[in-house]
């Protein structure tokens, strides 16, 4: 596999036997469990499973422990529909993204990004998976930005577009949102620059580059 990063590719071959297989699956099914057991539960005894899988600090350390991992399998709040398509694509990106980068790759970057919002939510008091999973999509996109979509079910669109409009929003909401906030996005943003800069580097290598033949072109032009 031709890695960017040299201390990936030693990591992986020391312990990428111990890697874990198909984990965007076992995050799609837990969330798709947890939904269903939260609409049960709502029906049955009027609690919420989701108030129970939240993250608290207060609550962790008063011994709610699984409140640390548990919070990573809150579907997204929304129509029962806009869930299926979420989880949906979450499984789609999680697999193409295992697949091209290998198993190792795939969980270092992932838990890279649970582990930092792990960080920040016990020292702030907040935590979601939601810049998470933003995260996860803006990595897609980087690794395949010319994978099309159908928004709104009828308009096609490449992802690269829509990681460009999430990106925007996270640098916005990282200027508009609470202190807590920003060390959440912060973090999910961070987690990207560390896996795509040579990316980033070369995109802007490339730029210029281009920016420079098209001038000397015009210069020539000119002569």
Request: net charge positive; proline share 2%.
């Amino acid at each position: 596999m031709n890695y960017k990063h040299s201390w990936l590719q030693k990591m992986d071959y020391k312990y990428g036997r111990h890697a874990i297989r198909n984990l965007m699956n076992i995050i799609v099914f837990g969330m798709a469990i947890v939904f269903v057991m939260d609409i049960v539960l709502s029906s049955a005894k009027g609690s919420s499973l989701l108030a129970m899988f939240a993250f608290d600090r207060d609550l962790i350390f008063s011994g709610q422990i699984w409140r640390l991992i548990s919070f990573l399998f809150i579907p997204p709040n929304s129509s029962i529909l806009f869930i299926v398509l979420s989880l949906y694509f979450y499984w789609l990106m999680g697999s193409a993204m295992e697949a091209e980068w290998g198993s190792f790759k795939f969980d270092v970057f992932y838990l890279c990004g649970v582990l930092g919002t792990i960080i920040s939510g016990l020292i702030t008091g907040y935590a979601t998976n939601y810049f998470l999973n933003m995260s996860l999509f803006i990595a897609f996109a980087c690794l395949f930005p010319d994978f099309k979509i159908n928004l709104f079910f009828f308009l096609p669109i490449k992802v690269k577009y829509l990681a460009y409009f999430d990106a925007a929003y996270l640098v916005v909401m990282l200027f508009l949102n609470n202190w807590q906030g920003r060390i959440a996005i912060a973090v999910a943003l961070l987690n990207i620059a560390l896996f795509f800069w040579h990316d980033f580097v070369d995109g802007i290598s490339k730029m210029i580059r281009k920016a420079k033949w098209r001038k000397n072109a015009r210069k020539t032009g000119w002569k």
